[in-house]
């Protein structure tokens, strides 16, 4: 089974950078895609970014382009998925998540953009920017 781990949420005030992980184990398959979402108090899921495993290409949301970033690093039994966040504000104050989505076919350069593709959910780590 498909196992999500997050980590590296944090305080931190507006204007300062930080970098989330997530640890994807137990893939059977070799194309898919992680994305990122984040739940502020209050508010629906919003996805924030996703990267394909097929051609590591990447999707940002407007409300964090030119602010937050999406890589990955892969051996055979695990992939680690990082979201470098960057001149962080208030309004970044959330949940985040890591998600999984499985590729429709082999070699499909998938995405991840809303919460209903999602296959299996990572549990969250916290964001809270201080102003």
């Known amino acids: 089974d498909v196992q999500l781990q997050a980590s590296g949420g944090g305080l931190v005030q507006a204007g300062e950078s930080l970098r989330l992980s997530c640890i994807v184990s137990g893939f059977s398959f070799a194309n898919y895609a992680i994305g990122w979402f984040r739940q502020a108090p209050g508010k629906e899921r919003e996805g924030v970014s996703s990267i394909s495993s097929n051609d590591d290409s990447t999707w940002i949301a407007d409300s964090v382009k030119g602010r937050f970033s999406i890589s990955s690093t892969r051996d055979n039994a695990k992939n680690t998925v990082y979201l470098q966040m960057s001149s962080l504000k208030s309004e970044d104050t959330a949940l985040y998540f890591c998600?999984?989505?499985?590729?429709?076919?082999?070699?499909?350069?998938?995405?991840?953009?809303?919460?209903?593709?999602?296959?299996?959910w990572g549990k969250g780590t916290l964001v809270t920017v201080s102003s």
């Open positions: 998600a999984y989505a499985k590729s429709p076919r082999p070699g499909h350069t998938t995405l991840i953009f809303s919460a209903d593709q999602v296959e299996v």
